[in-house]
């Protein structure tokens, strides 16, 4: 495929979250291998710790340089990290006309959406109609898009590719709630999140297998986490749901409650909508329960302290994440390998331990050592395990570039 007369691409990617932005530049051609490839250019932003205050850091070919910036909205931080791409030390190319895309991460794309596409007013437009169902996300995406379209121009495609399109193809059981028909077609159903990262690493495992028909249980386990139940590449079931609130106890999330706490809490308590917005999206999961740090390496170091709120937190955490395993097996028929990854997933040895202990029944056996300190992309399962056990590095960047180069390509 050529697009300009080349061969090959030079996609931007945008990572956006509530307070942090990522991006990189990436290379890529009409047929990109299945293991990720390192970016030729990477920035990261962050805002929100200190108020009105930002930061940018930027490598690039062994050159770094750090950007401080006062702001008085995050949307002011869009430009320089974009423009940090051809000034300042690590600057890797000539200016905004060598860009031939720009890949945008996009949390929820509802029912509209279900696989990738190339941006358009409607398109926008529709993204913004999600907005209520992941705030935190779709409005810094859809300005991250508007201020892309501003630098680079028009003649520059801009790609959306949406963390729920890897679980459209969940079966109707998996996505329709028990609850009044009417909801599911007003759009209030299962959609889950986390399929760029859910895809990338479904895809590797296959690889590192060799088996294209493995039953997989990926789990992406950071400050946000969810499971995903995975057959032949497709995903079947997957833990969150209508929004990211659904399932696992996570970072500062609850996880799935007893909808009956909602309607006792807004009965009997006085609390209204944004309160409980608060208390389960911001100060539950570990932190809620620890009283301490939604952060998993402060609570491994306070139960070693002999912090018991602290052990209590890993426990649940583990005992959620042990259930949600097998009900991901269940769905499948049966599991072939366990897949780690993010944050949490890919460093946390005593919660991936704990977790195979937990599930030795299902045939799953740590190989001696092999947990430790593991180097991604690795099995760290024995020989004898009927379940291998993989520690694969997650590259949500480069699975969207990926997808863009797969759209332009065709």
């Known amino acids: 495929m050529e697009l300009k007369g080349l061969t090959y691409m030079r996609i931007l990617v945008l990572n956006g979250g509530s307070s942090s932005l990522k991006a990189s530049l990436r290379e890529i051609g009409a047929a990109p291998p299945s293991e990720a490839q390192p970016p030729l250019w990477e920035a990261e932003a962050e805002w929100g710790r200190q108020s009105g205050k930002a930061s940018i850091r930027v490598r690039a070919g062994g050159a770094s340089h750090e950007i401080a910036l006062d702001i008085r909205s995050h949307e002011e931080v869009l430009r320089p990290v974009m423009e940090a791409l051809w000034t300042g030390k690590a600057k ?53 898009i508007e201020a892309a379209e501003r630098i680079f121009g028009p003649g520059v495609p801009q790609i959306a590719v949406f963390d729920t399109q890897f679980h459209a193809t969940m079966p109707e059981e998996a996505k329709v709630y028990a609850a009044p028909y009417d909801w599911f077609q007003q759009g209030i159903r299962r959609y889950g999140f986390h399929g760029i990262s859910h895809q990338y690493v479904s895809r590797r495992a296959a690889g590192m297998l060799g088996r294209e028909d493995a039953r997989l249980v990926t789990c992406h386990l950071g400050n946000g986490a969810s499971l995903a139940a995975v057959r032949g590449g497709r995903s079947v079931d997957t833990t969150m749901g ?56 402060e609570i491994l170091a306070a139960m070693a302290a002999g912090n018991e709120r602290a052990r209590l937190a890993f426990d649940v955490y583990t005992h959620r994440l042990c259930r949600e395993i097998g009900a991901m097996a269940a769905s499948l028929g049966g599991i072939d390998a366990l897949v780690f990854t993010a944050g949490i997933g890919e460093n946390c040895a005593p919660l991936r331990e704990a977790a195979c202990e937990r599930l030795a029944f299902l045939g799953i056996k740590l190989a001696p050592g092999a947990n430790e300190r593991p180097t991604p992309d690795v099995d760290i399962a024995a020989p004898e395990s009927r379940v291998r056990v993989l520690v694969i590095h997650t590259e949500e960047e480069w699975e969207i570039a990926r997808e863009c180069a797969r759209l332009l390509a065709s």
């Open 242 to 297: 209508f929004t990211p609130l659904e399932g696992l106890s996570m970072g500062t999330r609850s996880g799935s409650i007893d909808p009956g706490i909602v309607i006792y809490l807004v009965r009997h308590c006085g609390y209204g909508a944004e309160d409980l917005d608060r208390l389960l999206n911001r100060e539950s999961g570990l932190k809620g329960v620890s009283g301490i740090s939604a952060d998993m390496r």
């Open 92 to 144: 890797i190319i000539g200016g905004a006309r060598d860009v031939d895309a720009v890949g945008h991460r996009v949390v929820h794309g509802g029912k509209a959406f279900i696989e990738t596409t190339r941006i358009t007013a409607e398109v926008r437009a529709g993204i913004g109609k999600q907005a209520e169902l992941a705030p935190e996300h779709n409005r810094l995406e859809l300005e991250a």
